[in-house]
T-cell receptor
Framework: GEDVEQSLFLSVREGDSSVINCTYTDSSSTYLYWYKQEPGAGLQLLTYIFSNMDMKQDQRLTVLLNKKDKHLSLRIADTQTGDSAIYFCAESIPGKLIFGQGTTLQVKP | GAVVSQHPSWVICKSGTSVKIECRSLDFQATTMFWYRQFPKQSLMLMATSNEGSKATYEQGVEKDKFLINHASLTLSTLTVTSAHPEDSSFYIC??????????????FGSGTRLTVV
């Protein structure tokens, strides 16, 4: 069945890079997404990658996709305190999105 | 860009009463909307897919009579939690899909509704 797994917690110091990892099971996923959720708020789309791409960079964000291993990662360069939030990866399968459990990113000053 | 408005952002109600949550697509027509439920520190669980002009498709384990979904127009879907109980307290988030953008950035989320049943 469809399943998306993420580590639950990551703590980094301000200015360091953060890497959040995600694995998924459905090989038919066409798009994979990273969303950010701040406390009490909805989800904000950060970036996405098409399944036939290996890498996508967007300013401080770098997404790496290993389709063979069904592994997705999000790297945030020069992490700031404002990046503290929960990050969800999601895979797009026909008709819906399947979310991981979310990774809480804590950024220490 | 695509904007989804969800209202109310928070609501407190008494056990046994019903609560309606609205989800509107502001600048696009959404033939499909999605309702999610999120428990504290957990992921989003898809409850149902709302299709304009037809019955919603519920995920396994979601009570249709408990969570009534109506998608009467291309810009509005509503979720009514009927006869609410404390265990229904949760964060509910809607999402709408822009059929023009489709799979790219086609999923836009509302800001969520915090429901507390006392």
């Amino acid at each position: 069945g469809e399943d998306v797994e993420q580590s639950l917690f990551l703590s980094v110091r301000e200015g360091d890079s953060s890497v959040i990892n995600c694995t998924y099971t459905d090989s038919s996923s066409t798009y994979l997404y990273w969303y950010k959720q701040e406390p009490g708020a909805g989800l904000q789309l950060l970036t996405y990658i098409f399944s036939n791409m290996d890498m996508k960079q967007d300013q401080r964000l770098t997404v790496l996709l290993n389709k063979k291993d069904k592994h997705l990662s999000l790297r945030i360069a020069d992490t700031q305190t404002g990046d503290s939030a929960i990050y969800f990866c999601a895979e797009s399968i026909p008709g819906k999105l399947i979310f991981g459990q979310g990774t809480t990113l804590q950024v220490k000053p | 860009g695509a904007v989804v408005s969800q209202h109310p952002s928070w609501v407190i109600c008494k056990s046994g009463t019903s609560v309606k949550i609205e989800c509107r697509s502001l600048d696009f027509q959404a033939t499909t909307m999605f309702w999610y439920r999120q428990f504290p520190k957990q992921s989003l669980m898809l409850m149902a897919t709302s299709n304009e002009g037809s019955k919603a498709t519920y995920e396994q384990g979601v009570e249709k009579d408990k969570f009534l979904i109506n998608h009467a127009s291309l810009t509005l879907s509503t979720l009514t939690v009927t006869s609410a109980h404390p265990e229904d307290s949760s964060f509910y988030i809607c999402s709408a899909r822009d059929p023009v953008l489709r799979g790219l950035v086609g999923y836009t989320f509302g800001s969520g509704t915090r429901l507390t049943v006392v």
